[in-house]
Each structure stands twice: as structure tokens, then as C-alpha cells.
């Protein structure tokens, strides 16, 4: 079980992954978890085509890949302060240029600088500062980030429906904009000040750890980004056509979002049980079970049209969803040591992440061709399939081999 009493804490580190935790909902629930729901009212004040609009998200999908590896360097030079504060801001200004976009042209410089603060704050950053900062502790402060993360998509579509409602879509964004610049920013300039440079080393760290030359030597390394890499093409996409996808299905705005709203609730739920039970568990083992799992339930939406049925299934993929994050911020400093996981998870990611920008865009081209979103949704298991596979492929790697 998970027994950490205060006085276990290392100095700083509850202070730090508070700060971290409510960074983490809220700027999931900003900048990854709005955008489906301004998807249908942008598209009917613009008329502006569900390609393009999807076409915008993908930009900033594919930017925040481009960018993760130099936030992962700046993370491994010192710098996690300045950059996850300017990403907040950058934040802000992107939903700012959004809130006023009239032509094509804006929505997609906007999501050039939501797409950057994303590399900036989203999990990556803070998952390298725990590693880095807590050699003893971080799979716990990992775990308690992930777990309160978990609520965002709870958190973010009902609060966001709610703000277009009353609001109009284009006062919900100045809405972001202000949390972002008012909250995050001060908060993660105060919880990262005086964060070090250097990696806090751990009598039982390994002699040495694998530059990001070596981590490309080894096959592990593409077996783990291929499998990381096809969860995050399926996740893109689910998410950016979920209200359509069961509006699709016949449920109404109102339905849909009685639905999503348990994915965040079931990721709580699945890391509370590894917070309590797991944390002695291989993280492989656990990865094997619920990269599996997130096929499994897209291939069972897919067959399902009944509002019951569609929760059980969203509730399925949630907790595959939440734990899959714990098994990956873990299991790349288990595989590469942490003195350069910085660049070797902003690398990993970073490819997952530009391809993962193909996601959405891909299952509007998908529709102009095939009407229904059944058979794409069939498309993402099959590409959940390889990824299980890729996964299963990568063992621990035998650092030496890579230099």
C-alpha cells in the first residue's frame, strides 16, 4: 500500500506537487479537453468546414510535438520555472487571438501558440521536474499529479458547455485566457522558484543513465515511442470528435455530455487504486493490461449506441486512459535513467505527439468518404492493437548496449 507519512516528504515536495496538481486540471481542461465542445458552435457562426476546424487543432497538435523536446532540454538545463510560467502565458494569448478570429488564418496562429503551451505545461514538464528533483518519491508525486489531472475532462466540459451557453463561445475563450494568465502563471512562479539544475542523485541510481544518442541506439526506444505513439494518434482523435462522434450516434448535446463527463471520475479512479495498491506493481505488467483495454473499448463504442452501454465503455476507456499516463512518466526513467529524461522524453514524446496531430484531421477525411463514425472508431482499435503489440516487444534495455 501507499503509506507516506508527512514526515517521510522531502522538503518542498508536497508544497510542489500541489502546486503541480491543480496546474495540471486546469490546464488540461483549458487547452486539450475545451476545444470539442467550441467545435459545433464555431462551425455555425463561421461556417467555416469540420475539416478546417480540425485542421487548427491538428497545427497545434503537431507544434506541440515539434516543441517537446526543447521544453524537455530546457527542463534538463534548469529552466522549468521560466518555461511552464511562459507557457501559461503563451496560453492566454492564444485563447485571446481565438476569441477574436474572424478569418482562417487566426484560428490557426492561435493554435501555433496553444499548441506551444502545451510543451510548455502539460504533464511532460512537471513529470521531469518530480523525476529530476525526487529520485525517492517521484512515482508518488507522478501518481498524486495524475490523479487529481484526471478530473480535467470531468471539470472542462461542463464548465466549458456552461460558459458557451451563457456566454457565447467567443466570451467563454477570454474566460481561459484570464484563468490562465491569472492563476497558472503566478502559481507556477512561486511553486518552481529555486528548482535546481542538477539531478538529485540517490545511492541506488544506476552508475550511469543513457544520453538521448544512446536511447536511439536501442530498440526499446522506438518499440516503446511506436506504442506510445499509436495510443496518442487514437486518443487525438477520440477526443477531438467526441461530441460530434455521439451526436453521430444519435445522442443529444445534453446526453453526450452525461456521458464524458465519467471519463475523468473512472482515470481518478484507476489511479487512486494504483495509488493505494500499485505502486510495488511492474509497471510493465500494468502497461501490458491497460494499453489492451483502450482497443477493447473503442471497439465496444463502436458496436454500442445505448446511453448505459456508451458509459460503461467510456468509463472502461478512462481508466485505461489515467493509468496509461502513470506507466509511461514511469517506466522511461526506469528504462533510461533520469539524467537526461528531459530530452529522451521530449524526444519519445515528441515524435508520439507530431503524429498524433494526424488523428483528428485523419477521421474528418475519414468521414468525407465513409459516413458513420462506427467504422473510424473501428480504425482506432486496430491501431490500439499495434500498439499493444509494439508495447509487449519492449523489455528493459541493457544500457550498455546503446554506447
Not at 486546469?26 to 455555425?44: D, E, H, I
Not at 498524486?144 to 475532462?153: E, K, R
Not at 526513467?333 to 515528441?350: D, E, L, Q
Request: glycine fraction near 10%; include cysteine; charge should be positive.
Amino acid at each position: 500500500m501507499w503509506r507516506v507519512s508527512r514526515d517521510d516528504w522531502p522538503e518542498g515536495f508536497r508544497s510542489l506537487v500541489t502546486s503541480l496538481s491543480v496546474g495540471q486540471i486546469f490546464a488540461w481542461a483549458a487547452l486539450y479537453y475545451g476545444f470539442s465542445s467550441f467545435v459545433l458552435p464555431m462551425m455555425a457562426e463561421t461556417g467555416w468546414s469540420k475539416a478546417l476546424v480540425m485542421g487548427a487543432n491538428t497545427v497545434g497538435l503537431a507544434v506541440w510535438g515539434l516543441a517537446t523536446y526543447a521544453a524537455g532540454a530546457a527542463v534538463d538545463r534548469g529552466h522549468a520555472r521560466l518555461l511552464m510560467s511562459s507557457g501559461f502565458a503563451l496560453g492566454a494569448a492564444g485563447f485571446a487571438l481565438w476569441a477574436v478570429a474572424t478569418t482562417p488564418w487566426m484560428l490557426y496562429a492561435a493554435w501555433v501558440l496553444l499548441g506551444a503551451a502545451c510543451a510548455a505545461t502539460l504533464y511532460e514538464p512537471a513529470f521531469n521536474v518530480l523525476t529530476r528533483q525526487y529520485p525517492t518519491r517521484y512515482r508518488e508525486g507522478i501518481t498524486a499529479v495524475t490523479l487529481v489531472g484526471g478530473l480535467a475532462s470531468t471539470l472542462s466540459f461542463p464548465a466549458v458547455a456552461g460558459f458557451i451557453e451563457g456566454l457565447g463561445w467567443r466570451n467563454a475563450l477570454w474566460c481561459l485566457a484570464a484563468l490562465l494568465a491569472g492563476l497558472l502563471v503566478p502559481l507556477h512562479l512561486w511553486a518552481l522558484r529555486g528548482i535546481s539544475h542538477a539531478v538529485v542523485t540517490h545511492p541506488s541510481d544506476p552508475e550511469d543513465a543513457a544520453t538521448l544518442k544512446q536511447a536511439f541506439r536501442l530498440p526499446v526506444f522506438w518499440l516503446l515511442t511506436l506504442a506510445f505513439t499509436l495510443y496518442s494518434i487514437v486518443m487525438s482523435a477520440f477526443w477531438a470528435h467526441v461530441m460530434p462522434l455521439f451526436a453521430g450516434k444519435g445522442l443529444s448535446a445534453a446526453q453526450t455530455l452525461a456521458i464524458v463527463v465519467w471519463v475523468g471520475p473512472a482515470q481518478v479512479l484507476g489511479r487512486f487504486v494504483f495509488a493505494v495498491r500499485g505502486l510495488g506493481v511492474s509497471l510493465r505488467r500494468l502497461g501490458i493490461v491497460v494499453m489492451a483495454a483502450i482497443p477493447v473499448s473503442m471497439t465496444l463504442m463502436a458496436y454500442s449506441s445505448d446511453p448505459v452501454a456508451l458509459t460503461a465503455w467510456v468509463c472502461l476507456y478512462g481508466v485505461a486512459n489515467g493509468l496509461v499516463t502513470i506507466v509511461r512518466g514511469g517506466l522511461v526513467p526506469a528504462y533510461f535513467g533520469r539524467a537526461h529524461i528531459g530530452r529522451i522524453g521530449g524526444a519519445m514524446s515528441g515524435i508520439g505527439l507530431v503524429a498524433r496531430a494526424i488523428g483528428p484531421l485523419a477521421v474528418a477525411w475519414w468521414l468525407l468518404w465513409v459516413p458513420g463514425y462506427d467504422g473510424a472508431l473501428l480504425a482506432m482499435s486496430a491501431a490500439g492493437v499495434l500498439a499493444v503489440v509494439a508495447f509487449v516487444a519492449a523489455r528493459k534495455p541493457d544500457l550498455s548496449l546503446g554506447r
